[in-house]
């Protein structure tokens, strides 16, 4: 697609969204000054990795897809070191806890977990009791959250918080 084509097809796009009126307007705010569109072009680029990986199966090695069995199996939120203590006879290196906390980090990393801090501890969980745990932490509610902040607090990716919160939103 050519430049012309792309910004026609950008301007039908923008005149047939609800909300392409705010958009455009943004847009134009930001295009206007070089800096603003520098910064823009890169967290253009960093949205569309971002999109690009929702689109890629999620693999596991086999002791991620253990840890994951493992927490989501327990039904409440686990600390690396009940993680470590439970799974270090099956998989000795996790009886490092600086091991199960990159198993687990990876987990919540790939959207498979959700973690949250309680008191100085993080505990990891599905990804939705993390996000209603974090919505109950802000006293938010789903109508009106911010889900990039939930994303950056329970670590999970924002696809999978905007996922999470449309799939509850969607079961009241």
Known sequence: M???ESIEKLAGLLSADEYGDVIAEILVEILAENRKRNIFVVKLQDLKNEVKAIDQEIRFTPMEQSVLDFVLATKQPLSTAEVSEGMGAKYPSLRHRTHASSVLNSLVSKGSLGK?????????TSPVEALLECLKQRGEDMDDCSP????EETGMPLAVVLDGIGGLLGAE
Do not use: L
């Not at 949250?116 to 990891?124: A, Q, R, V």
């Open 2 to 4: 050519n430049r012309s």
């Open 116 to 124: 949250i801090k309680m008191g100085k501890s993080f505990y990891f």
């Open 148 to 151: 990039v902040r939930i994303a």
